[in-house]
């Protein structure tokens, strides 16, 4: 035992000096694990650049839940009707832009305004749900399991009330841009430039972080990185944002888009093929800037630091003067309004609004946060982290469809590596404390 301590005592020192946490790298190093796998297995389908645009769309609408469900779960909290919100809302807006706006108000299909007001209504109902079930936690004193299991009921009942199991389609043309999907020759991605400036702007903030970071610890004393530990991790960052952009565009548009395509621009088609880069979708997009905003909140906002004073101890927070009820009842309602944003990723992407919208997608949010590492026992988890989990999350039902393993032992599978993912986060609190 000492000899191996001794053995792996430089590699301790290395991540010590960057300052990387023992469970994101171990994330990282499963997700590795996963995909070479999985690629072996399928005979190099997994590792494809359609397989790897298709994953990073799927991830994306669980990915965007996830964020705001770390915030609820540091609070002490759960929130189980994320799916059910999310069939709730999805199915709601596509029958504001399908049947509410032109048969009602009889103001036609296909408004340049329709998409914008479709998207402001979904989020302001999943703001309200949220906060609704949030004030029953906070100012009612009912367990949030307790609250959001009725929730979950409550709102797929409320689906199928006023669905009466039809479906909703089609939806308006630009709303559709927001899955990711295509439109005759429109594309729900951004593109081959697009898409580098997006990587290039996304790398300058990276390096402009870290250099206002390492300045912010300086002015303050902190200890900072040593500045070949700096530049490791920046370089490490934008060589990961650059190969998403180089996947992205290493994944042409379907051949019968690149051709019709060539035919309006007057374009004529090589021997081989027109190669046409998709480009970052959409939806990756829309996940990015959740991130940004929901990472903004939680750790620079006042509102942020409440929540995870209130998860790390509820009564020192409300003894510091928090309100720790209107924290709450806020997390929530964020909640809400995330399920509403991936509502609309997920309607739009189908092109439809369906009664089975968003089922066990709570149990795929909620398995994203802990395998990111949020701690169940409160004040602990990253955005960051949540986003990796999703990806880990899709990566092995992705993996598994490739493969053709049938819906039930999927689910076995991931709640096995749900469960370890908890134990391992019990056993690794054991030995800090």
């Given at each position: 035992?000492?000899?191996?301590?001794s053995?792996?005592a430089?590699a301790?020192g290395?991540?010590?000096?960057?300052?990387?946490?023992?469970?994101m790298?171990?994330?990282?190093?499963?997700?590795?694990?996963?995909?070479?796998?999985?690629?072996?297995?399928?005979?190099?389908?997994?590792l494809?650049?359609?397989?790897?645009?298709?994953?990073?769309?799927?991830?994306?609408?669980?990915?965007?839940?996830?964020?705001?469900?770390?915030?609820?779960?540091?609070?002490?909290?759960?929130?189980?009707?994320?799916?059910?919100?999310?069939?709730?809302l999805?199915y709601?807006?596509?029958?504001?832009?399908?049947?509410?706006?032109?048969q009602?108000?009889?103001?036609?299909?296909?408004?340049?305004?329709?998409?914008?007001?479709?998207?402001?209504?979904?989020?302001?109902?999943?703001?309200?749900?949220?906060?609704?079930?949030g004030?029953?936690?906070?100012y009612?004193?009912?367990?949030?399991?307790i609250?959001?299991?009725?929730?979950?009921?409550?709102?797929?009942?409320?689906?199928?009330r006023?669905?009466?199991?039809?479906?909703?389609?089609?939806?308006?043309?630009?709303?559709?841009?927001l899955?990711?999907?295509?439109?005759?020759?429109?594309?729900?991605?951004?593109?081959?430039?697009?898409?580098?400036?997006l990587?290039?702007a996304l790398?300058?903030?990276?390096?402009?972080?870290?250099?206002?970071?390492?300045?912010?610890?300086?002015?303050?004393?902190f200890?900072?990185?040593?500045?070949?530990?700096e530049?490791?991790?920046?370089?490490?960052?934008?060589?990961?944002?650059?190969?998403t952009?180089?996947?992205?565009?290493?994944?042409?548009?379907?051949?019968?888009?690149?051709?019709?395509?060539?035919?309006?621009?007057?374009?004529?088609?090589?021997?081989?093929?027109?190669f046409?880069?998709?480009?970052?979708?959409?939806?990756?997009?829309?996940?990015?800037?959740v991130?940004l905003?929901?990472t903004?909140?939680?750790?620079?906002?006042?509102f942020?630091?409440?929540?995870?004073?209130?998860?790390?101890n509820?009564?020192?927070?409300a003894?510091?003067?928090?309100?720790?009820?209107?924290?709450i009842?806020l997390?929530?309602?964020?909640?809400?309004?995330?399920?509403?944003?991936?509502?609309?990723?997920q309607?739009?992407?189908?092109?439809?609004?369906?009664?089975?919208?968003?089922?066990?997608?709570?149990l795929?949010?909620?398995?994203?946060?802990?395998?990111?590492?949020?701690?169940?026992?409160?004040?602990?988890?990253?955005?960051?982290?949540?986003?990796?989990?999703?990806?880990?999350?899709?990566?092995?039902?992705?993996?598994?469809?490739?493969?053709?393993?049938?819906?039930?032992?999927?689910?076995?599978?991931?709640?096995?590596?749900?469960?370890?993912?908890?134990?391992?986060?019990?056993?690794f609190?054991?030995?800090?404390?």
């Open positions: 035992m000492t000899a191996v301590t053995a792996l430089p301790s290395v991540l010590r000096s960057l300052e990387i946490e023992t469970r790298l171990g994330m990282i190093a499963a997700l590795i694990i996963i995909w070479v796998a999985f690629n072996v297995l399928s005979g190099g389908t997994f494809s650049a359609r397989n790897l645009w298709n994953l990073s769309v799927q991830s994306a609408s669980i990915a965007i839940m996830a964020t705001g469900m770390v915030l609820v779960i540091v609070s002490r909290n759960i929130d189980l009707s994320v799916g059910s919100m999310l069939g709730f999805g709601t807006m596509a029958m504001f832009q399908a049947v509410w706006v032109p009602s108000l009889g103001l036609g299909l296909e408004q340049p305004y329709t998409w914008v007001l479709t998207l402001v209504l979904g989020i302001v109902l999943g703001a309200a749900i949220g906060g609704l079930q004030f029953v936690v906070a009612g004193g009912v367990p949030s399991f609250v959001t299991l009725g929730g979950l009921l409550i709102w797929r009942g409320l689906l199928f006023y669905a009466q199991g039809q479906t909703i389609a089609p939806l308006d043309r630009t709303f559709q841009m899955g990711g999907g295509t439109v005759g020759t429109n594309v729900g991605a951004l593109g081959e430039w697009p898409s580098w400036i990587g290039v790398c300058l903030g990276i390096v402009g972080t870290l250099i206002a970071s390492r300045r912010r610890k300086r002015r303050y004393g200890p900072v990185r040593p500045l070949w530990a530049l490791l991790v920046g370089a490490v960052a934008c060589g990961i944002v650059l190969g952009v180089w996947v992205a565009n290493s994944y042409p548009l379907p051949p019968a888009v690149a051709e019709q395509y060539a035919q309006e621009h007057g374009i004529s088609v090589p021997p081989g093929g027109l046409i880069p998709t480009g970052v979708a959409f939806p990756v997009v829309i996940m990015l800037v991130t905003v929901v903004f909140l939680a750790t620079r906002r006042r942020g630091r409440y929540v995870y004073a209130i998860g790390g509820p009564d020192a927070a003894l510091a003067g928090i309100n720790v009820r209107r924290t009842m997390t929530f309602a964020l909640m809400g309004s995330l399920a509403a944003v991936s509502a609309a990723v309607t739009a992407r189908l092109n439809a609004a369906v009664t089975s919208l968003g089922v066990q997608n709570e795929d949010v909620i398995s994203a946060a802990v395998i990111g590492g949020t701690s169940f026992s409160g004040g602990i988890g990253t955005v960051p982290g949540a986003i990796l989990g999703a990806v880990v999350m899709q990566s092995l039902r992705s993996g598994m469809v490739l493969l053709l393993v049938d819906s039930p032992t999927q689910d076995i599978v991931v709640g096995i590596v749900l469960v370890a993912a908890v134990g391992l986060d019990a056993v609190r054991r030995r800090v404390s």
